[in-house]
Every structure is written in C-alpha cells, then in structure tokens.
C-alpha cells in the first residue's frame, strides 16, 4: 500500500461514501481509512435468518449484551441478529459527567451505521437554515434552502427515496419513486385528520431510502420488513450497497479496513494537513498516511475526537480550533413523547406484507403562529398496525389450537405517533479529551457533557398532548400516552462539535464544510451542523459531501488548496 494519495476519507459510512464516490469520479486516487471490519453481505447480511437458526432463537444473550455492549443494546437493533453491527463499548469507552448520561451508539465496519440506519431521508427548508438568525440562538448558518436544493435533488437521484409530494413549505418536496401504498387504517386516518385540522396535521408517507422499483441496479424492496440486518438485494441505501461500489468501478478506490485514526499531522510552515496518522486495529502498530486534501466522515463525535487529539503548539486545544468552538454546540433530537391508540373502525381489514416505511406528520408548531412555551418543532413517526401472530411470543399458550387463535384473530388494529423534536445547540452541551482514558487501541478517549434542556421536554410534552388530539380525532379507543425519559444520544442523530458559520471566531468551518483554520481539511458529517432542525439528518450529511467535494476539487484544480 501506498503512503501517499491525492485525498484521504475517514470513515467508510453515509458521508465517507459519499465522499470516496465524488472524489474518485473526479479522478482523484483516494484512499477509505475504515476503523472496522470488512463485511461480506452473503455472510453479514442476516435479513433472511429465522429465529429458529440463532441460539437464543432471536432473543439475545443478555448476560453477553450486558457485559461487552451495555450501551449499545439500547438501541432496539443490536440485538441477537444485528448486535455485530454495533461496537464493544469495552473497547469503545467514553465518560459522562454523574447524571448526565449521553448513549454513544456507533457501528465500526466497512460502511459503518449506514448499513443498520433508519434510512428516514428530508429536505430541510429556510424555516431551519434561518431560525437561528431570527432567534438569536447560537450562530447564523451560512447557507439557505437554495445552496443545498441541487445537492439534495443530485443525491436523491442516485439513493432511490420512496415519498410523496405534499407541496409543503416546511418539508420541500425532493426527487420521488414512487411511494408504497398507505394501508387502509393510515389512509382513513390522513383523511379525518385533514378534515378536523384544516390541513395543518397531515399524515404522509415516510421518505424513506427503500426502492419501490428497481434503480440503478439495485432491486426494488421484497417487504421481508428486516431492514438493519442487512439488504442481499441492496434495496436500501447504504454505503456498501452503492456509493463504495460506484467508487470502486473508478478504479482510483484504495479501501483500507481495520484503520484506526488516531489525528491529523499538520504542518505550521504551509499551514496545512500533510496526512493522518493512523493505528492498525490488529497489530497495534502506527503509521502515516499522506494526502493534498483530507475528508473527516468518522461521525460527529468521531471527527471531532480526532481534531481534539490533533492538538499542536498552534492549536493547544485542538486542530483547527482559534474559535474555541470545537467540541461545542453537541445536539441530538428528542424522542420518546405521543400516544397510541386502538382504531376499532379498520377491526375487518388486513395488511399483506412488511413495509419497512412508516407514516409521518410533518412538522405543523412554530410554523405559521408562535407556541408560547418552546422554540422549533417536532414531526412525527409511526403507523397504524395490528399486532399480529408474534404477540404470541408474549402471551401464554402452546399447540395447534393456540396458534390457530394467533392467526384467526390477529388482534386490534391500533395507531401510534411518536415525535422526535429539535434540540436547540447551546455552548454548553461539549465534548473535550478524557485525560485518564483511552481506547483499546491507546487513543484519548471523550468526555461527554451533553443534557436537554426545558425546551426540550416542554416540547416532549406537547408531543403527547398533540398526539392524544390526533388519536381522540380518529376515534380511537384505549389511548395510552407515553413520554419516555430517554438519553441524549439514543435517537443516533447526534450533531454539532464542528459548526458552519460565517465568521473563524464563532466557528469551525465555513460555508464548504472547509476548516477555516486548516483549509484543506474538510468534515461533512454530523460534527459541521450548525442546528438540528427536526428532520432525520443523514440526506443533508450526503448533499453537503458532495457539494464539499465539488468545492474542493475546484479549489485543487485551481492549485488553491
């Protein structure tokens, strides 16, 4: 392997893959410094696998979970089938300040959470790019709706999202297959909320990163319904199923697993980045690779972790930091508020399949008139099911004749919304170096001190209150409401720790994802996002890698990096 290349990515997940795909197609010999494993989706990939194969049939090994991913398995998907997918939190420590707990969940392999993400894809609008600016929170962002809109509608047309246009101001359209029918309990339930709303609260189709027809030489989805095991037909999205492979057909991909980073080696007489440095996971040995342009994509936390360990006598607290930003302004979304109700005018109808899309209800607070208790907003995720035959696993019973009352009565249809809602980034919520703990491959660890504020769980709260409406609406019967006392962290949509702005002093990078202090240094994934706004994050991380990408090419071809 060579030690010398024209660009280094680090992390081979949603914006690394992106950006190996960009940089390749330029025709730049670009090397994929991965921390994991290499996967093999026909021994990875695990969809299909019936509980009767595993060992603990699908249930898990607790005492295993307990021990080596205690915090991981928080998270739903890391379980029995899927926990390979996520870390040892053993060897993947972190700290948290007493009661404040933060839930760090991350997947380490070629690909990395690509492969089990939730595949949820938005555009944001000007109602997110400006509500800092009006509100006087944090820093103005250096973009609009009408930078982004052509990045986002370029890499809509590569994934493959399955949506349907409302035409609504807050959630722009994007660059649609066609969606997935909506079962009839979700179509009744858009319609009366229509109706007793005005418009307001809509139910739609989720925007989902799933193929509803066959694209690009990927198949269209088969409705096994096990999406974050894994995808032998690629009809998700990921790193592995589509951006990798596109850069490996350029023949300018060096892909290098088990490739831990440890920093950036910078060098204060041309006041650039030469390269990073880099731990092999296996040997434990160290050593150098070097580049003209770098792309940091190992994750927010990850990212910043490296520039936080990539300290010089320039940059004591850390590289590319005279802001003294870096590390602040960590966000996450608020999740764990709504209501779930029983629907018992669709009792005589049936679903045939598993879609793996949900519905969704828009944002619709602090959009047209100001709620006096919090600033932003929240939408909504869910869908109206029955409980089917599996909830035999959780009932007593055995033999033919209790299976035969599973499948002949497959129980109420009932409707759930669960809101996910925008942190608001605040100085105070930071990442810093643990000074007294390291990783299994001897890297300086993080400290996390990350917390929601009343603004937060006043939203939360009216999650559950709007929700109840929705569902009281519908004439649903047996509502429950829920608001759950999660961590930040666990809704997996942490960002922030590097922002964009307009001005080096209140900020990490500037308009092109580019360090302003180390100018050809680049981070585009979650670290660079200056709010939260609600949506799901991962299609903006994919536009801003390629924008950054083009940006970046220019500026070499140019010989101004």
Known sequence: MPDNYDAIVVGSGISGGWAAKELTE????????????????????????????????????????????????????????????????LDNPYSTPEGKPFSWIRGRQVGGKSIMWGRCVFRWSDLDYEANAKEGVAVDWPLR???????????????????????LAQLPDGEFLK?????????????????????????????????????????????CGNCYRGCVTLSYFSSLNSTLPAARKTGNLTLRPFSVVHSVIYDPSTKKATGVRVVDSNTKEMFDVKAKVIFLCAAALESTRILLNSATAEFPNGLGNSSGELGHNLMDHIMGGGAT???????????????????????????????????????????????????????????????????????????????????????????????????????????????????????????????????????????????????????????????????????????HNQLWDVQNVFMTDGACMTSTANQNPSITYMALTARAVDYAVGQMKRRQL
Not at 182 to 205: D, P, V, Y
């Open 26 to 89: 330029h025709g730049l010999k670009t090397i994929v410094l991965e921390a994991g494993r290499p996967i093999d989706p026909a021994v990875d990939y695990v969809e299909h696998v019936m509980p009767y194969e595993k060992r603990y049939r699908g249930m898990g090994d607790r005492n295993r979970l307990q021990r080596y991913q205690p915090i991981q398995s928080q998270c739903g998907a890391c379980d029995e089938y899927a926990g390979k997918f996520f870390v040892n939190d």
């Open 341 to 511: 109700g029983e629907l018992p005018w669709a009792k005589d109808r049936r679903e045939v399949g598993r879609r793996p899309d949900a519905i969704y209800v828009p944002r619709f607070r602090n959009v047209k008139t100001k709620h006096p208790d919090f600033q932003r907003g929240y939408g909504f995720e869910g869908r109206a099911e029955r409980a089917g035959w599996e909830r035999g696993a959780e009932m007593a019973g055995f033999g033919a004749g209790f299976k035969k009352s599973l499948i002949g009565d497959l129980g109420p249809w009932e409707m759930s919304f669960d809101g996910f809602g925008e942190m608001l980034p605040r100085h105070e919520n930071y990442i810093e170096i643990d000074p007294h703990l390291v990783d299994a491959w001897g890297i300086p660890a993080l400290r996390i001190h990350c917390a929601y504020s009343d603004n937060e769980l006043k939203m939360q709260d009216d999650m559950v209150v709007t929700a109840t409406e929705m569902l009281e609406a519908m004439g649903a019967k047996n509502i429950r409401t829920f608001k759950e006392n999660n961590a930040p962290g666990l809704v997996i949509h942490e960002t922030g720790t590097a922002r964009m702005g307009r001005d080096p002093k209140t900020s990490v990078l500037n308009s």
């Open 145 to 167: 709706y009408k930078d982004v809109a052509p990045w986002w509608s370029y890499v809509e047309k590569f994934v493959g999202i399955q949506g349907r246009p409302e035409g």
């Open 179 to 223: 969606p997935w029918p909506m079962n009839a309990a979700e179509q009744k339930g858009r319609e009366i909320l229509l109706t007793k709303f005005g418009g307001e609260r809509l139910i739609t189709n989720m925007r989902l990163a799933v193929l509803t027809e066959d694209h690009l030489g990927r198949q269209k989805c088969h409705l």
